[in-house]
């Protein structure tokens, strides 16, 4: 009997805190901005995961920290954080061929008074 769900594995690294020169204030500034980011993965899904299943049927987590740390250029200023997104997302499908979709979600600390969290969610499918 099929459910109507389908198996998954999702991969994430969640609430990094990275300074990136983004957006108005850093252009104006030269400073970089503090932005809160967390990733999911999806990739593909081995049918069974034994006790002594080596690493390469996985993904390493460190490779998604990587992606939104010190694979972002480093003096690059990025107008949009949606590019911010779109870097780490490129990146991370150039690591691994297993890895089907990413999502990047981008928190603007800067512009939070009470803890709210501003900013936003990309999500894109490999082509």
Request: proline share 4%; no cysteine.
């Amino acid at each position: 009997m099929n459910s109507g769900f389908d198996d998954f594995l999702t991969l994430e690294v969640n609430h990094l805190d990275v300074d990136v020169l983004t957006g108005i204030y850093s252009e104006e500034t030269h400073l970089p901005q503090p932005l809160r980011i967390s990733i999911r993965a999806k990739l593909k899904i081995a049918d069974h995961y034994e006790p002594d299943t080596p690493l390469s049927r996985s993904k390493n987590y460190m490779d998604l920290k990587h992606a939104a740390t010190t694979a972002l250029p480093e003096g690059q200023h990025f107008t949009l954080i949606e590019a911010v997104a779109d870097h780490i997302i490129e990146t991370i499908f150039l690591q691994d061929d297993k890895v089907s979709h990413v999502e990047v979600k981008i928190v603007k600390l800067a512009l939070s008074e009470k803890g709210e969290e501003i900013g936003i969610t990309m999500g894109r499918g490999r082509r």
